[in-house]
C-alpha cells in the first residue's frame, strides 16, 4: 500500500484540534451525537441543549441526506446547516454534517468544523480531493463495500491535497448478514492503529441499525481502542424523519455516556 503522506506506523499520532479544548485523538475519548437530519429548529434546539447538558461537545446533523430512494425525506440544505450552526452557537458545540456535491463545500465552508463525507461518497475522488484543499478536518466515513486499503486510499486522496486533519469513521459494512443493517468491524480499529496516524472513530448507529445494539457496540468501541463514536440521537426517535429505529432517545444517551466512563475506568486499570 503506498501511502505517503499519512504515516504507516503507531508515531506522530495526528490529535484534531477544533478550538476550545476540544479534540479528536490522543487520549481523549470522543462522543459525538445528534439527529440523522437536522429536521427544524425545535428539534434541534431541543437535541443540542440535551445533548450539551450531558457534556457533549460535538454535534451532529445532515442537511444533505444520502437517501436509498430520491422520494423520501432529503435534508433541508443549506437551512439545515443554518439551524445546525445556530443550535451549536448557542451550546457552544462544534459541528459536523455531511456534504455530498464539491460544488457546496465553499457554501458549507462558515457552517461546519468538521465536514463528513459519507460512506457512499468514500470514494468520489472529486470530493475528496476539493475537501483536501481545505483547512477543515473531514470526517471520512468507510464505505460500506471498501476494504481498509481503499479506505485509507480515500483518506491519501485529502492528505494528498493537503489537509491531513482527517477522522476515520467505522460505519460497518455489507455482509451476507441481513439481522443487522450492517456488519460492524470493531476489529478495524486496531488495525487503523497499526496502519495509520489517523484518530478512528465508531458509528454504531449505522453500523448496526438497531438502537438496542447501540449500548453494548459503544461498550466495545471503547474497550477496543477507538478514539470516539458517533451516536445519532432524537428528542422523539419514534417520529424521526430518517434512521429513528438507530437513534437513541435523550435519557438512553445518558446511560451510555456512563458505560463509556465505566469502561475506560476498566481500560485505564488494565494497561497501568
Ligand atoms: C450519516 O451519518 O447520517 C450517514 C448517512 O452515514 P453513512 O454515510 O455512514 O451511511
Ligand atoms: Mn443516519
Request: proline content about 4%; glycine content about 8%.
Amino acid at each position: 500500500m503506498n501511502i505517503f503522506t499519512i504515516k504507516n506506523n503507531r508515531e506522530n499520532k495526528k490529535i484534531i484540534d477544533l478550538g476550545n479544548g476540544i479534540t479528536i485523538g490522543g487520549n481523549e475519548f470522543t462522543v459525538i451525537s445528534g439527529p440523522c437530519a437536522v429536521e427544524g429548529e425545535e428539534q434541534i434546539e431541543t437535541s443540542a441543549k440535551a445533548l450539551s447538558d450531558m457534556g457533549i461537545r460535538i454535534l451532529r446533523g445532515g442537511a444533505f441526506k444520502p437517501r436509498t430512494s430520491p422520494y423520501t425525506f432529503q435534508g433541508l440544505g443549506f437551512e439545515g446547516l443554518r439551524l445546525l450552526k445556530n443550535a451549536g452557537q448557542r451550546y457552544k458545540m462544534k459541528i459536523v454534517s455531511e456534504i455530498m456535491d464539491p460544488r457546496d463545500l465553499d457554501a458549507s465552508y462558515d457552517y461546519v468544523d468538521i465536514i463528513q463525507i459519507g460512506s457512499r461518497n468514500m470514494q468520489n475522488y472529486t470530493l475528496l480531493k476539493e475537501a483536501g484543499k481545505l483547512d477543515k478536518p473531514v470526517l471520512l466515513k468507510r464505505g460500506m463495500a471498501s476494504t481498509i486499503e481503499e479506505w485509507l486510499m480515500a483518506a491519501e486522496y485529502i492528505a494528498s491535497e493537503g489537509n491531513e486533519n482527517i477522522i476515520l469513521c467505522e460505519r460497518g459494512i455489507r455482509t451476507f448478514e441481513k439481522y443487522t443493517r450492517n456488519t460492524l468491524d470493531l476489529t478495524v480499529v486496531p488495525i487503523i492503529k497499526e496502519l495509520a496516524n489517523l484518530p478512528i472513530i465508531i458509528d454504531p448507529s449505522h453500523g448496526t441499525g438497531r438502537k438496542e445494539l447501540i449500548r453494548p457496540a459503544t461498550r466495545a468501541a471503547v474497550a477496543i481502542g477507538a478514539d470516539g463514536v458517533m451516536i445519532e440521537t432524537h428528542p422523539n426517535p419514534s417520529e424521526a424523519l430518517s434512521d429513528g429505529k438507530q437513534s437513541l432517545d435523550i435519557e438512553e444517551m445518558k446511560t451510555v455516556l456512563l458505560d463509556i466512563e465505566s469502561i475506560k475506568d476498566c481500560i485505564s486499570k488494565l494497561n497501568s
